[in-house]
Nanobody
Framework: QVQVVESGGGLVQAGGSLRLSCAAS????????MGWYRQAPGKERELVAS???????NYADSVKGRFTISRDNAKNTVSLQMNSLKPEDTAVYYC???????????????????WGQGTQVSVSS
């Protein structure tokens, strides 16, 4: 019903940049917050950045000043611009979208969090 697909991962040297993109598609009323999480081997999944439907952003302390999250509400996409990448940024990055389903009356229904399949980001030292 709803698909969330990431793209843009890859291998980059420390200090380099990478831009991740994510698109949500399907049938829904609206998308509330969208965000990026990451999970490195042996570590818990952690929030990297999130952005509300109104454009308010939140970043993990470890990426503040280096990463920028943005979204295009008309296209149902969210991007993560990653600059000054460090080896510790290496992880699988997952996009999420908080999707409000359409109700039978044409109004917004319950909100569900959907996840993308993940995209690998590897930063070499």
């Amino acid at each position: 019903q709803v698909q969330v697909v990431e793209s843009g991962g890859g291998l980059v040297q420390a200090g380099g940049s990478l831009r991740l993109s994510c698109a949500a598609s399907g049938i829904f009323f609206s998308i509330d917050a969208m965000g990026w999480y990451r999970q490195a081997p042996g570590k818990e999944r952690e929030l990297v950045a999130s952005i509300s439907s109104g454009g308010s952003t939140n970043y993990a302390d470890s990426v503040k000043g280096r990463f920028t999250i943005s979204r295009d509400n008309a296209k149902n996409t969210v991007s993560l611009q990653m600059n000054s990448l460090k080896p510790e940024d290496t992880a699988v990055y997952y996009c999420n979208a908080d999707v409000k389903k359409s109700s039978s009356l044409g109004a917004g229904g319950p909100t569900y969090r959907y996840w993308g399949q993940g995209t690998q980001v590897s930063v070499s030292s």
